[in-house]
């Protein structure tokens, strides 16, 4: 890859657990939008390219939400894979702007994620759930997440306290993420002793929904402004359905995908500053770490998340992530890519790392058992 | 008792939940097999005290399951069946797949 786009924005649309009255698909993800602009400073019309992600969009489409938000365009997606929506979108951004198809993009994601609507959401995810799991009842994959982190306990010698200690790691990140719906200090005593989801999930294992939008701007280098906020991608990789369901989900498409995505960019795990993992479950966090490089594979799992990532030695998720900042539906996988710019910019206070390269991983859409999306950006500050 | 899964007419590899094409060969004709029984795998209790988990049927096919008795442990051996069982033999539920959409045959070639 040439490394010829950039990030140049980021914006959030604030999340909230009970949004207000009124509160809309289309009016979070335009406010996610508008403030990446600002902090772009760009504005709508500067825009040329536009790619979007919701589970709540119905039934309008990307289209639609361009023509609300005022947007003329060359180049428009819109993309269904969730917590793998940012990175299979900025993967398709990057070869638009190289192709020269768009010059300004920005690419959006959020939902409406309330009480009825994650109801919905999680029992017609798609026909598999439908049919096969809903009615078990599952209400959600949590019980799916429960099976493959026995799985990984088993395989890799973790235990509760192992998970509790990313948990509470990341709360520790969050308390100075104002962003954040979970800002405050969350003890190992409290993760181990919270009601259980499904054994051995706990509540802290599983993310808050809420209402909310991410979205970032990616541009050409030739409209990246000089002294601006600029973070260099340099390579995105992908990976759709890579073991058919018939693994133990343990590894995802990661495994496959990330060796040539650290070949693109020139750089190694070791050379991450910052690292945003997609974290619906700490479960994933392990795997996706594991599979990405950072972990290797004959070390000590539980030595790896003590030293590296509870020192904040490895600063993994540093918004908070999911866990304590909150999922807005689609917006999960854009709210990492969202936290290793800012990184990258240095607009991250308070919680700001000396960053020069960062990764950021998306995962996601259960087909039946595990997760079948999984991607990953490698960028630069620039 | 039984669950009904998908068989590829070509391969014999089975699946569940159903294919449109087969991944083993390629093909796209298949037909409906009764599986009786498999082994729990691995097992885990919501808060709602549904025991949820997987059992395996063969080398590729595995299923997600209800299981009773409760407290049944990886190593088991239960019935599959598409009906909810109260009996105290081990048993899996295996929601089948919704009546509009079912086929004895399918044929896409």
Known sequence: ?382 | MSIIVQSCRNCGEHYFPYRLVCPACGKASFTDVEIDSGTVEDVVRTAADVAIGTVRCGPRLCVIARLTPTDLRPGAVVALNHTITDGADPAGFVPARTPGLQRKETYIQ
Request: hydrophobic letters at 45%; charged letters at 20%.
């Open chain 1, 1 to 382: 890859m040439s490394g010829t786009a950039l990030v140049v924005g980021t914006g959030e649309s604030p999340y909230t657990r009970h949004a207000p009255p009124g509160t809309t698909t289309g009016s979070v993800i335009a406010d996610a939008v508008l403030r990446a602009l600002a902090d772009a400073g760009l504005s709508i019309r500067d825009v040329d390219g536009f790619g979007v992600s919701s589970f709540t969009l119905g039934p309008d489409h990307a289209v639609d939400l361009a023509w609300r938000m005022g947007l003329r365009l060359t180049w428009l997606m819109q993309d269904t894979n969730g917590g793998a929506s940012a990175g299979g979108m900025l993967q398709h951004a990057v070869r638009a702007i190289e192709a020269a198809d768009a010059s300004v993009v920005v690419l959006a994601a959020g939902d409406v994620m309330d009480k009825a609507a994650h109801e919905r959401l999680v029992a017609t995810y798609n026909r598999a759930t439908e049919e096969h799991l809903a009615p078990l009842p599952m209400s959600g994959p949590n019980a799916l997440f429960a099976l493959q982190t026995t799985r990984q306990m088993q395989t890799l010698g973790l235990e509760r306290v192992d998970y509790g200690r990313i948990a509470t790691t990341q709360r520790t990140w969050a308390s100075a993420n104002p962003g954040a719906v979970y800002r405050d200090p969350l003890t190992l005593d409290e993760y181990l002793n919270a009601p259980m989801v499904a054994g051995p999930l706990g509540r802290y294992d599983c993310v808050p929904p809420v209402t909310g939008a991410d979205a970032v701007v990616v541009v050409a280098e030739h409209c990246a402004a000089k002294g601006g906020p600029r973070a260099r991608v340099l390579a995105v990789t992908a990976s759709y359905n890579s073991d058919d369901q018939l693994g133990d989900g343990l590894v995802t498409g990661l495994a496959s995908v990330g060796p040539r995505a650290w070949d693109l960019a020139g750089v190694e795990p070791n050379d991450a500053d910052v690292v945003s993992v997609y974290d619906d479950y700490p479960s994933m966090v392990v795997a996706q770490l594991a599979d990405l490089g950072f972990l290797a594979p004959d070390e000590d799992a539980s030595k790896f998340i003590a030293e590296r990532i509870a020192t904040r030695d490895l600063p993994v998720n540093t918004s908070g992530g999911q866990l304590s900042a909150g999922q807005a539906g689609s917006a999960g996988g854009m709210h990492g890519l969202v936290e290793v710019a800012r990184q990258l910019h240095g607009r991250a206070p308070g919680r700001q790392v000396g960053a020069r390269i960062g990764v950021v991983s998306g995962y996601g859409m259960v087909l039946y058992r595990h997760g079948s999306c999984a991607n990953v950006a490698i960028l630069e500050a620039a």
